[in-house]
């Protein structure tokens, strides 16, 4: 039995990997014809579905008229079936210079019309020519709009939900009393509950506005989705802040107490310190669902392939141009898509490593 749950365990901890490289395996393979087509290039390209025309240097037929007039710039007449024979015999000499003379004019009557046609052929010869100058045209597809809008509104949902979350964590694990502390913490697995699309709703119709009304420009925009993205992770930084917090054993912080140092001094050289891991993994967490969150930011961040210039400007991200995009894409733009979903895998996976990397390394 024992065996069998060491098997067990061991298969449940290997299923996290065989996802892992089963989704960048299927989002590299699919990506790839974008890859090969775009490069690197495709992530500081700020255009998407953008028809580019590539001129191609085709030799046009410059010479052909002077080829012709060459070839048939020979004299006719001296052409002409002339019998040398002729000087000898006189009756015969005469018939064939006649003969010669009708050749002559036949020919040269064939020179004139042939210069005629030969007019005409000269103008079917530049049009196509024309038509030869052939341009071939290509999709262009980029992702530096959808990438910038994800990191700085995560930036911005970042700036709003980390103090706020930890100072609800640290009120209700050592200020607020039990009564307090539970209603508010009720409240918030409540917020946690509520889907996204909800607060989608709620931002586009009344939270936008106002905030528009405060900082101006649009009730869509980058800072509006950055705001709302920021309500939206905030309870879930601010739940696992308050259990990694409540980690930290009482012997601690009552010796801390009896050495006369005061509650700000215990929570920030007693508690933090001893539940660093937890809070970082809570800000982590929270980093990762505002970098993939879709439906709440797509209804207000404006879903336009342009930079914003001001935090007020509407932009679009990555989840929204996905949301918005995957339903009619075929082909290239199918593959476009995908390598741009490999890039947010990306970013969020960097993201993540560096992050517990440079806090929560082990100190020598």
């Known amino acids: 039995m ?25 989002l590299y393979l699919t990506a790839r014809p974008a890859i090969e087509e775009f490069g690197l290039n495709f992530i500081i390209d700020s255009r998407w579905g953008v028809v580019e025309t590539i001129e191609k240097n ?19 007449i001296a052409n002409s079936n002339t019998d040398s024979s002729g000087i000898d015999n006189p009756t015969h000499a005469n018939t064939s210079l006649a003969d010669d003379v009708l050749s002559s004019n036949d020919d040269i009557r064939a020179v004139d019309d042939f210069s005629i046609n030969y007019d005409d052929l000269d103008i079917d010869v530049d049009s196509e020519s024309a038509d030869t100058d052939d341009a071939s045209k290509r999709t262009v597809y980029g ?21 706020i979350a930890m100072g609800i964590a640290v009120f209700l694990s050592e200020i607020a009393n039990d009564f307090i502390a539970s209603i508010i913490g009720t409240a ?12 989608g709703m ?42 990694a917090i409540n980690t930290t054993p009482h012997v601690l912080k009552e010796s801390a107490y009896a050495m006369g140092a005061t509650k700000f001094e215990v929570i920030k050289d007693i508690i933090f310190p001893y539940a660093k891991a937890g809070i970082i993994g809570s800000i982590i967490i929270s980093l990762g669902r505002a970098m993939g969150e ?35 894409s075929s082909g290239m ?11 947010l895998f990306m970013v969020s996976v960097i993201t993540i490593f560096s992050a517990k990397y440079f806090f929560l390394r082990k100190q020598p």
């Open 58 to 76: 085709v030799v046009a037929i410059g010479d052909a008229t002077a080829s012709a007039q060459h070839n048939n710039s020979t004299d006719p």
């Open 333 to 343: 733009s199918m593959n476009a898509l995908f390598y741009l979903s490999l890039i």
């Open 294 to 328: 879709t439906m709440a930011v797509a209804f207000v961040i404006g879903g336009i392939f342009k930079f914003a210039h001001h935090t007020t400007d509407p932009t679009i991200s990555v989840p929204v141009v996905l949301a918005n995009n995957f339903a009619e």
């Open 202 to 243: 709620w931002a586009l119709f009344y939270f936008g506005p106002f905030i528009a009304s405060i900082f101006g420009g649009h009730s869509v925009s980058l800072l509006v989705a950055g705001l709302v993205l920021g309500i939206m992770v905030l309870p879930f930084m601010a739940a696992l802040s308050r259990d």
């Open 2 to 26: 024992e065996k069998l749950f060491k098997i067990l365990t061991r298969i449940s901890a290997s299923f996290v990997f065989v996802i892992l490289v089963a989704t960048v395996i299927v």
């Open 188 to 199: 918030i697995e409540l917020l946690a509950a509520i889907p996204s699309i909800i607060y």
């Open 143 to 163: 992702g530096a709009v959808p990438i910038i809008g994800t990191i700085f509104s995560t930036i911005i949902a970042m700036l709003l939900a980390i103090p």
